[in-house]
T-cell receptor, first 109, second 114 residues
Framework: DAKTTQPNSMESNEEEPVHLPCNHS???????IHWYRQLPSQGPEYVIH???SNVNNRMASLAIAEDRKSSTLILHRATLRDAAVYYC??????????FGQGTRLTINP | EAQVTQNPRYLITVTGKKLTVTCSQN?????MSWYRQDPGLGLRQIYY???????DKGDVPEGYKVSRKEKRNFPLILESPSPNQTSLYFC?????????????FGPGTRLLVL
């Protein structure tokens, strides 16, 4: 099964951009790359997803490498409310979700 | 409001006493799934269902059962709970199965098996 690899933790300052990396070197051609985040004591919530092209929404941007073996979630101006565990997930055929370990993001005021 | 609900939110039980955790979604989603979350292990998929009466095993199905008799409900059944099933459980749903659509997660059920 394809897996994702993320750094265990990252730290940034408020109002600065944050780049969260994810490696998925064994990704298949039809696997979608999803990013979710989990705030303390809550279920994961959707952030963004893509297949091949870079994607933008009101929460973040997703940059996908040309070979699709890695991706980067970009938070353009981090706030304290963005402190969470961020998961990079591959969604394979028949909806099998493969979660990485997640990156714990700390935002300093 | 679109949501996935789980009940109970917290449960303490004893080894061997059958229990059911309910999951319900109000978005008419076809796909539903269950996960458990343990420290250091992240989220692992237990079972998933692509539609009514269609279920399949995830990565850690041992000790669990599921059923999908109605589209909106996907209960998780522990026939004989054991302490190693102490965990935080999440239910999720989405509208289709290709990966193009968002997964919606419930608030979680924290289970302690003594």
């Amino acid at each position: 099964d394809a897996k994702t690899t993320q750094p265990n933790s990252m730290e940034s300052n408020e109002e600065e951009p944050v780049h969260l990396p994810c490696n998925h070197s064994t990704i298949s051609g039809t696997d979608y790359i999803h990013w979710y985040r989990q705030l303390p004591s809550q279920g994961p919530e959707y952030v963004i997803h893509g297949l091949t092209s870079n994607v933008n929404n009101r929460m973040a941007s997703l940059a996908i490498a040309e070979d699709r073996k890695s991706s980067t979630l970009i938070l353009h101006r981090a706030t304290l409310r963005d402190a969470a565990v961020y998961y990079c997930i591959l969604i394979q055929g028949a909806q099998k979700l493969v979660f990485g370990q997640g990156t714990r993001l700390t935002i300093n005021p | 409001e679109a949501q996935v609900t789980q009940n109970p939110r917290y449960l303490i039980t004893v080894t061997g006493k059958k229990l059911t955790v309910t999951c319900s979604q109000n978005m008419n989603h076809e796909y539903m799934s269950w996960y458990r979350q343990d420290p250091g292990l992240g989220l692992r998929q237990i079972y998933y269902s692509m539609n009514v009466e269609v279920t399949d095993k995830g990565d850690v199905p041992e000790g669990y059962k599921v059923s999908r008799k109605e589209k909106r409900n996907f209960p998780l059944i522990l026939e004989s709970p054991s302490p190693n099933q102490t965990s935080l459980y999440f239910c999720a749903s989405s509208s289709e199965t290709s990966g193009r659509e968002t997964q919606y997660f419930g608030p979680g059920t924290r289970l302690l098996v003594l």
